[in-house]
T-cell receptor, first 111, second 108 residues
């Protein structure tokens, strides 16, 4: 059973489109994250949610809107996609004070 | 200044070598610390937690110096399979910050 699963694994789309990435964790963790890893491989935090409440919003353009319907899910919706949004997006979850577990990543390519 | 700074690397070492990675963090209120490993085109995975007293897991030793806000990872007797990017991670509450990573290549 996959602990943190995100879909889709690959996403190729045109500039200007709107797309969503879904994430689910079955670990019972309270905190979930979205990270962006760009071509330089730096893993940058975007959002953190704790029990459905937004905790961290790290100067991300408002074209990115996270949604947490329950504490096991954290989805990411992106409006008006731009070339610079191309990256690998990782979802993660953790229990307070412990390590984070990551999904396999969604490789987004905007053409 | 980035919250978590790491040696940029890359490190290219022969099998059997000992290699050390360093990391510094800027926020003295940071609470917990980890080393992660990321293989090419894969997700980061926990390598080990880092404790103030230092901790060892086989060939891997992690150290934390809170006064200097410094974390280290030592890999002894490097194996080809150790080739990966090593990420230093610093946590404060729900905020988990990653260093830029250090790429290690172990060669035969």
């Amino acid at each position: 059973d996959t602990a943190v699963s995100q879909t889709p694994k690959y996403l190729v789309t045109q500039m200007g489109n709107d797309k969503s990435i879904k994430c689910e964790q079955n670990l019972g963790h309270d905190t979930m994250y979205w990270y962006k890893q760009d071509s330089k491989k730096f893993l940058k935090i975007m959002f953190s949610y704790n029990n459905k409440e937004l905790i961290i919003n790290e100067t991300v353009p408002n074209r990115f809107s996270p949604k947490s319907p329950d504490k096991a899910h954290l989805n990411l919706h992106i409006n008006s996609l731009e070339l610079g949004d191309s990256a690998v997006y990782f979802c993660a979850s953790r229990r307070a004070g412990t390590e984070a577990f990551f999904g396999q990543g969604t490789r987004l390519t905007v053409v | 200044r980035k919250e978590v700074e790491q040696d940029p690397g890359p490190f290219n070492v022969p099998e059997g070598a000992t290699v050390a990675f360093n990391c510094t963090y800027s926020n003295s209120a940071s609470q917990s610390f980890f080393w992660y490993r990321q293989d090419c085109r894969k997700e980061p995975k926990l390598l080990m937690s880092v404790y103030s007293s230092g901790n060892e897991d086989g060939r891997f030793t992690a150290q934390l110096n809170r006064a200097s806000q410094y974390i280290s990872l030592l890999i002894r007797d490097s194996k080809l399979s150790d080739s990966a990017t090593y990420l230093c991670v610093v946590n404060r509450g729900d905020d988990m910050r990653f260093g830029a990573g250090t790429r290690l290549t172990v060669k035969p």
